[in-house]
């Protein structure tokens, strides 16, 4: 496991490095136009209007397209099936120019079989070693969560291969790509082991970007705590791992490895702090306590007893001073910041994107427009490369693709017009030519080309 990390690491902290400074240009001035918790103007139409999608698929402006190039289900290079539940996404550069996407699958513990990998009765477990199974469970069947990993070539928008890389894991919601050319996979999930699993879960997993189909040998990063994880964002100037939690009353957390090589190896757990004010409630549900625009010097707070087997991680470090957020989300680094996602921060309980500086220790509290008209539960998010940030939307109506513009106007850029499932893992290739983007429910992974600015 130790080689695959290491392998072409020099290559891939330049070009992270390169696409993350990229990858947020515009974003210097983006409070300036919301910088009010009660902004509520109308959204721009960046690129025009959405044009109904004749397949009934997604709706985009005038001069983009879609395609689906993955479908819970089909068959996948490897004798596998394509799990269900697609979640959180990256994208990595393979060695003659593909594009490696990998992808999170959210399944739970009591999924029907014909969401994991393994066929509707399970009929393919004997393919896979018991070995590359994280939790093969304590009467046979075992966790179906994981990631699978997709080959794509953008110049020909095809599909080279696809194949299971995670296996045995349970609610891998979202993650983060690393420097060293890893996805780190989160489980969203806080079982204990009994009887049905053999292994407590909660945990981070890294899977190597690669080409080659294979399962990554499982192993969890213990030392970044047992909790709800949401997704990580990775400072590559510092090799700091910083985490998202998915709760109502979650914490904000980094994560310092020992050796930067080696992350399972341990390190030390820390949860944000805003100083001068223990224990601040961000959330804004009852009080405006936080407002947009205003920007807070935070510290770190060490924390013991991280796997928590009483799942009492976050109330510990309330109790001891750390900040409280309203189920943090998404997390994406871009030009020396770190953006997260909160869904239902806010006193509409709308959502709140927040900006995180790692160099100079400061919150700031992005947005809240608090208008489900312009962002309806903000979830996993990224930026583009021209500066925008596209957010995802998993609220219970209508979904789209949120674009924020670096001068803070809002916009839609896609419509689910399947379902009302989320969207979920947008994320562009390391080209900029392409954007993918999940329909969980759904099954479908989509590619969108067009006219990127």
């Given amino acids: 496991m130790k080689d695959l990390l290491l392998q072409n690491s020099r290559t891939s902290r330049r070009q992270f490095l390169h696409t993350s ?3 947020a240009l515009g974003f210097v001035g983006l409070h300036s136009l919301v910088g009010c918790q009660n902004f509520t103007a109308q959204a721009k139409d960046r690129f025009g209007p959405l044009i109904s999608d004749p397949e009934g698929i997604m709706d985009l402006p005038k001069n983009f397209s879609y395609k689906v190039i993955s479908r819970m289900g089909d068959r996948m290079d490897d004798g596998f099936y394509v799990p269900g539940a697609a979640d959180g996404m990256a994208t990595f550069s393979g060695p003659q120019g593909e594009t490696i996407l990998i992808r999170n699958h959210e399944v739970n513990p009591d999924a ?25 469970g304590t009467d046979g069947s075992p966790a179906l969560g994981g990631t699978t990993t997709l080959v794509y070539d953008t110049h020909n928008q095809q599909l080279v291969s696809q194949f299971l890389s995670l296996a045995g894991t349970l609610r891998n919601c979202a993650g983060g790509p690393t420097p060293w050319n890893t996805w780190m996979t989160c489980e969203e999930i806080t079982v204990l082991a009994g009887d049905r699993f053999a292994k407590d879960h909660g945990y981070v997993f ?43 009353d979650s914490l904000i957390y980094r994560y310092f490895p020992e050796n930067p090589e080696d992350v399972e190896a341990g390190g030390q757990l820390q949860a944000l702090q805003v100083v001068g004010m223990p224990s601040l409630d961000t959330r804004n549900w009852d009080a ?51 953006y997260f996602a909160c869904t239902n921060g806010g006193n509409a309980k709308r959502g709140q994107i927040w900006k995180l500086n790692p160099t100079e220790d400061t919150l700031e509290l992005f947005i809240e427009p608090n208008d489900p008209g312009l962002i309806e539960n903000a979830d996993n998010l990224t930026v583009t490369p021209w500066g925008d940030l596209i957010v995802c939307e998993d609220g219970s109506n209508e979904q789209f693709l949120v674009g924020v513009t670096p001068q803070g106007e809002l916009y839609k850029f896609a419509r689910n017009a399947v379902s009302h499932s989320e969207l979920a893992g947008a994320t562009f290739s390391p080209d900029g030519t392409t954007l993918f983007v999940n329909i969980q429910h759904d099954g479908l992974t989509l590619a969108i080309m067009g006219p990127w600015t």
């Fill in 21 to 23: 400074g990229a990858f």
């Fill in 112 to 136: 029907d079989p014909m969401m994991g990998a393994f066929g509707e009765k399970n009929d393919l477990l004997d393919r896979l070693d018991s070995n590359f199974f994280y939790d093969a």
């Fill in 206 to 248: 890294q899977v190597p970007a690669t080409i080659s189909p294979q399962v990554t040998p499982p192993v969890p990063i213990r030392a970044m705590g047992r909790f709800n994880h949401e997704a990580v964002a990775v400072d590559p100037i510092t090799n700091i791992i910083y985490q998202t939690e998915d709760e109502h």
């Fill in 288 to 338: 405006q306590n936080v407002n947009v625009g205003e920007i807070m010097n935070v510290t770190w707070i060490n924390m013991d007893d991280v796997e928590a087997p009483m799942g009492d991680l976050r109330l510990r470090g309330f109790d001891q001073g750390a900040a409280m957020f309203a189920r943090g989300e998404g997390m994406w680094y871009g030009n020396h910041a770190v």
